[in-house]
């Protein structure tokens, strides 16, 4: 089976990084998504990107993006193309296929996170050395990686239940498209329709990472409960 | 029965609601040989191959495929089994050295192994050059030559072909019908071919079956199929044909209609017609006869006239 999961996951990735063209192409496109996020703004931030909570919501959802990108195409694309009927007719267990992509994805998803959490601290160590070693807070760090982690792990597993459904990777885009506004506008829509002291309160509670632990980790459970449902699906 | 028969199918059926896409076929397929399954588009050719290779469940029937069952068993009977797909299904990204690569490595073809055989199979279908261009690159031709060498890397003991030469310029579709003559003579390969390029299966296959609407309207080899179609016409060729014998033989109740075709005569024929006591018969008359023929149907008349319900077939 690891052997199975292994050869797709090479397949999808060279699918992935030959999307403009050549291989040179996807990474020079990848490598400029991390460069934003994993240099620019952290220079501009400057040291508080390690300190305060709010990038983390970022890494966050930046998988979600990444990953949203690319799934529709991973069952109704391949479809359309005649592609998925010439692995389904060789000796791979469909299971491995299903896992193969969900897998491929969470990994692309991930290791931009990780990618990117590594090269925003390399960054603002360097650009601002005067003010010492500059550390994600473990609290930081654990909500950066898990996080990454779950937020993949939704789009990656509920994108191949979408695409898996829609007859077309055009339609499959549009519901994952649908589905990621909602998820992007729907929390930010209800904190503008708090009063404004309880927006304040809000305010002080990110500045003080501690303070968010219970909060962060029914958030996380929330998540992983959605993952393992859109995987169970 | 499985070792000599590489596939067994059993009213084998499969239904999307009230459509009947195949209904009730029943067919063996012996090990080592070509057998074509004929049918024009949208008889249930496709249909018929992903049940046998376990991609569909079927709704009534049986069957195996190289001994195995194709509902209980299906990843064993993918396993030794090689598709070429009506679309050809390649992933365009690839180069065409990698979409070898993905498919040895989906086979789990030892790294070595994998290597030389994807090397041998491009060399041998010319394709060695462009191993390394994106397939999108590529022409028509030269795609399926590569989803052909995907479906024989693994040395597969069945070739599944879904309309192979579709698509095909003339001198492509003759090189790669040769390469599947060798394959099978040369490597005990069988392969089921799905076509409705008539023209191919009576060159390559020892077996056919005509499909339509579903069901399997006729089987045997070529030539006994060709048999079916046999015209009930005799050709006679020579001298002597004069009117007064004309008249003669039109009177015949067995002469339903009669011809001239320059210096032959052409005599349409009822059921079980005696042809020799005809020829007798103008000769008594005069005729003196150089040639006599009873033409055969091309296969392809034959399919046509099975498509349209005019010959009753086994």
């Known amino acids: 089976m690891l052997t199975d999961l292994t050869t797709m996951i090479w397949k999808e990735w060279k699918e992935y990084f030959l999307q403009r063209g050549n291989m040179r192409g996807g990474l020079v496109g990848y490598l400029v998504v991390l460069g934003v996020f994993g240099a620019y703004l952290p220079y501009q931030t400057g040291p508080e990107w390690v300190r305060s909570p709010a990038p983390m919501a970022l890494w966050s959802w930046l998988p979600l993006f990444l990953v949203s990108s690319l799934v529709a195409d991973s069952f109704a694309g391949e479809r359309e193309r005649g592609t998925l009927e010439a692995i389904l007719a060789t000796r791979l267990p469909d299971r491995a296929i299903l896992l193969g992509k969900i897998l491929a994805l969470v990994l692309y998803g991930f290791a931009f996170v990780v990618l990117g959490a590594l090269l925003a601290l390399l960054t603002v160590n360097v650009a601002y050395s005067s003010e010492g070693l500059l550390l994600y807070s473990p609290l930081l760090a654990l909500g950066i990686v898990a996080f990454g982690l779950l937020f993949a792990l939704l789009a990656a597993s509920a994108g191949v239940l979408i695409s898996l459904q829609a007859p077309t990777a055009r339609q499959a885009a549009q519901t994952m498209s649908i589905a990621i506004m909602i998820l992007l506008f729907v929390p930010i829509l209800g904190f503008q329709a708090l009063p404004a002291t309880l927006q304040q309160q809000l305010?002080?509670?990110?500045?003080?990472?501690?303070?968010?632990?219970?909060a962060l980790l029914g958030l996380a459970l929330a998540i992983a409960l959605a993952d393992i449902l859109a995987v169970a699906a | 029965m499985s070792e000599a028969m590489a596939i067994v199918c059993e009213n084998l059926s499969r239904h999307f609601g009230p459509v009947r896409a195949v209904d009730g076929i029943s067919f063996q397929v012996p090990a080592a040989t070509i057998f074509g399954f004929l049918g024009p588009n949208g008889a249930g050719k496709t249909t018929t191959i992903r049940l046998l290779l376990g991609l569909l469940e079927p709704t009534g029937g049986r069957a195996t495929v190289l001994g195995w069952d194709i509902v209980a068993q299906a990843e064993r009977i993918r396993e030794q089994a090689g598709l070429l797909p009506q679309n050809m299904g390649l992933y365009q990204r690839l180069s065409g050295y990698e979409s070898l690569?993905?498919?040895g490595r989906i086979y789990r073809?030892?790294?070595?192994?994998?290597?030389a055989r994807i090397?041998?199979?491009?060399?041998?279908?010319?394709l060695w050059e462009r191993r390394d261009e994106p397939i999108s690159r590529w022409s028509g031709g030269m795609?399926?030559?590569?989803a052909l060498a995907r479906a024989l890397l693994h040395r597969p003991r069945l070739l599944i072909l879904d309309e192979?030469?579709?698509?095909?310029?003339?001198v492509s579709a003759v090189a790669l019908r040769q390469e599947l003559a060798a394959m099978a003579r040369n490597e005990g390969v069988t392969v089921f071919l799905s076509t409705h390029n008539l023209h191919e299966a009576q060159e390559l296959c020892q077996e056919v079956a005509v499909i339509k609407a579903g069901k399997i309207i006729a089987q045997g080899s070529p030539a006994q199929l060709r048999e079916l179609g046999r015209r009930r016409e005799l050709l006679l060729r020579g001298r002597g044909f004069t009117e007064e014998l004309l008249q003669a033989l039109a009177g015949r109740q067995e002469v339903v209609a009669i011809r001239r075709e320059g210096d032959a005569v052409a005599l349409e024929l009822q059921e079980g017609a005696d042809t020799?006591?005809?020829?007798?018969?103008?000769?008594?008359?005069g005729a003196a006869i150089e040639e006599a023929q009873r033409p055969q149907?091309?296969?392809?008349?034959?399919?046509?006239?099975?498509?349209?319900g005019e010959t009753n077939a086994h």
Request: glycine share 4%.
């Open chain 2, 101 to 103: 690569e993905l498919f």
């Open chain 2, 119 to 126: 090397r041998q199979l491009l060399m041998r279908l010319g």
């Open chain 2, 297 to 308: 149907a091309s296969l392809e008349e034959v399919f046509i006239e099975l498509l349209q």
């Open chain 2, 109 to 115: 073809l030892p790294r070595q192994e994998r290597q």
């Open chain 2, 276 to 285: 020799a006591a005809l020829i007798a018969f103008a000769v008594a008359r």
């Open chain 2, 164 to 170: 192979p030469t579709a698509g095909l310029d003339a």
């Open chain 2, 143 to 146: 795609q399926r030559k590569l």
């Open chain 1, 203 to 214: 305010y002080l509670v990110l500045e003080e990472p501690e303070r968010l632990r219970p």
